[in-house]
């Protein structure tokens, strides 16, 4: 490298240190955010009513002096604000709704719950690029499993129902008029139960590899009140069987797997011939380029952290990551033996296809 290549640009450095400061910041605090998730100190506060520090410790069984450090913590953050006069803190209602409503469609808490799971696995994955060894999706720390139902729930109450299934050619009028459909990696069946309470006529059954998270979703359809017409089973997307269905669905975990050209087979095996299935995946540009800005990153490093060594450690291992980008997810359920493949629709996190034979 020429001499002057390596020549320090002082303006270029500060802006980097800044860029550093916001960056670290950031990823300190998602273990604020987590914290004040689990202790219930943001859902005490979504009155947005001023509050001082005794009074949230007061609230919510906690101490004073941590409550004070957590709130200054917030502050300087942005989640909550500070008035120096009363020396109170209150969560502006666009953050209670994204700190402390789980119902709300801007929920966010479940983000930097995968965020403290790749944390608490970090030294595995590291060793992981030594090696090249794949890492399961079940070897994770639970906080992976709460917090990526929990992240993406809001997201498909939001889609599902009023934009990703309407987006699909006579779907919903199958769906309305009573269908039979598959989930595959349904992981605590978050999509499963949405899909099932919107279309009562139609049966459902999920399933996924990791028996764990194919529990927590059996006690979550009886919750809801829809396990007569929901059942999940333990099943690889190689395996699941039940068909044929009109309508399979695979929500975020096709990039997961091992061998998604073998599912794609499997998933045209187990589909009526004239069913859909319908491919959520995140959502991606197909130039690395073009990938390279906020939801790139939160994606990469998940992909990094998460789906590409759970990819790895299955038969196969194509490790397709999570910004494989709309052309090479339409060549892998190609080489599975489908022939037509359309972007039905999308939003800023996620692609959906249409898949049919
Ligand atoms: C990112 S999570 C998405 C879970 C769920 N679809 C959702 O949207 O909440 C990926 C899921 O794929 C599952 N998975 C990974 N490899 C799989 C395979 N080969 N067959 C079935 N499920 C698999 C994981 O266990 C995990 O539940």
């Given at each position: 490298m020429a001499a002057k290549d390596?020549?320090?640009?002082?303006?270029?450095?500060d802006e980097f240190m800044a860029k550093f400061v916001q960056d670290a910041g950031a990823a300190m605090s998602a273990v604020l955010v987590v914290i004040g998730d689990r202790l219930g100190l943001y859902r005490a506060m979504a009155d947005c009513e001023p509050v001082t520090a005794a009074q949230l410790a007061e609230r919510t069984g906690t101490?004073?002096?941590?409550?004070?450090?957590?709130l200054s913590n917030q502050a300087a953050s942005g989640y909550v604000e500070y008035d120096p006069a009363g020396g109170t803190f209150r969560l502006p209602p666009e953050q209670a709704m994204a700190l402390a409503d789980e119902s709300s469609p801007a929920f966010v808490p479940g983000a930097f719950q995968i965020v403290a799971a790749m944390a608490k696995d970090e030294a595995q994955i590291t060793?992981?690029?030594?090696?090249?060894?794949?890492?399961?999706?079940?070897?994770?720390?639970?906080?992976?499993f709460a917090g990526t139902e929990r992240f993406f729930r809001p997201g498909y109450l939001a889609n599902i129902v009023p934009s990703w299934l309407?987006?699909?050619?006579?779907?919903?009028?199958?769906?309305?008029?009573?269908?039979?459909?598959?989930?595959?990696?349904?992981?605590?069946?978050?999509s499963t139960i949405v899909m099932a309470q919107a279309f009562p006529n139609s049966t459902f059954v999920g399933s996924d590899y990791h028996e764990a998270s194919v529990e927590t979703a059996r006690r979550a359809a009886d919750r809801a009140g829809v396990s007569d017409r929901v059942a999940f089973?333990?099943?690889?997307?190689?395996?699941?069987?039940?068909?044929?269905?009109?309508?399979?669905?695979?929500?975020?975990?096709?990039?997961?797997m091992g061998d998604p050209v073998g599912a794609s087979a499997h998933v045209l095996a187990q589909l009526a011939p004239d069913g859909t299935w319908m491919v959520v995946e995140p959502f991606a540009n197909d130039a690395l380029e073009d990938n390279l800005n906020p939801v790139g990153r939160?994606?990469?490093?998940?992909?990094?952290?998460?789906?590409?060594?759970?990819s790895l450690s299955q038969d196969v291992g194509l490790a397709l990551g999570a910004q494989a980008g709309p052309a090479r997810l339409a060549d892998v359920v190609r080489q599975g033996g489908f022939t037509r493949v359309r972007e039905a629709t999308a939003t800023?996190?996620?692609?959906?296809l249409e898949v049919r034979p």
């Open positions: 390596r020549t320090v640009d002082e303006a270029r450095l101490k004073e002096r941590y409550v004070r450090e957590w060793e992981r690029f030594r090696t090249g060894d794949g890492f399961g999706w079940h070897e994770h720390h639970p906080d992976l309407p987006a699909l050619d006579g779907v919903v009028e199958k769906l309305e008029a009573g269908a039979r459909v598959a989930d595959i990696g349904c992981g605590h069946g978050a089973e333990v099943a690889g997307a190689t395996e699941f069987g039940g068909g044929p269905f009109d309508l399979v669905c695979v929500y975020d975990a096709l990039h997961d939160v994606y990469y490093a998940a992909s990094t952290c998460i789906c590409t060594p759970n800023p996190f996620n692609l959906v």
